[in-house]
Nanobody, 119 residues
Framework: QVQLVESGGGLVQAGGSLRLSCAVS????????MAWFRQAPGKEREFVGS????????IYADSVKGRFTIFRDNAKNTVYLQMNRLKPEDTASYCC????????????WGQGTQVIVSS
């Protein structure tokens, strides 16, 4: 059974930093892509960024480029989202997702963790 468990959300002031974690169990990740999405109240889910596990290559949404960084720890089967220079508009529920590299759809999702950025 594949499980994705996020942690690290919380309340932070604008300009601050948070690091989210997503621990994956039940699946090898060498042929996978891991992504972070977020959804603010009343808004649609938004792609934040992703990492191709085998290469460590990343892509980001324009809204977070230069402020957020995704990286992984092979030994821990964990992907991280380092969020710097946070803005109130980054307030959302953040969740991680996993898909096979050859698939277009994310098959597995975490439960989400809340990030609140106060002004």
């Amino acid at each position: 059974q594949v499980q994705l468990v996020e942690s690290g959300g919380g309340l932070v002031q604008a300009g601050g930093s948070l690091r989210l974690s997503c621990a994956v169990s039940g699946r090898t990740l060498s042929d996978s892509v891991m992504a972070w999405f977020r959804q603010a109240p009343g808004k649609e889910r938004e792609f934040v960024g992703s990492i191709r596990w085998s290469l460590g290559s990343t892509i980001y949404a324009d809204s977070v480029k230069g402020r957020f960084t995704i990286f992984r720890d092979n030994a821990k089967n964990t992907v991280y989202l380092q969020m710097n220079r946070l803005k109130p508009e980054d307030t959302a529920s953040y969740c991680c997702a996993l898909r096979r590299r050859t698939s277009l759809e994310y098959e597995y999702w975490g439960q989400g963790t809340q990030v609140i950025v106060s002004s």
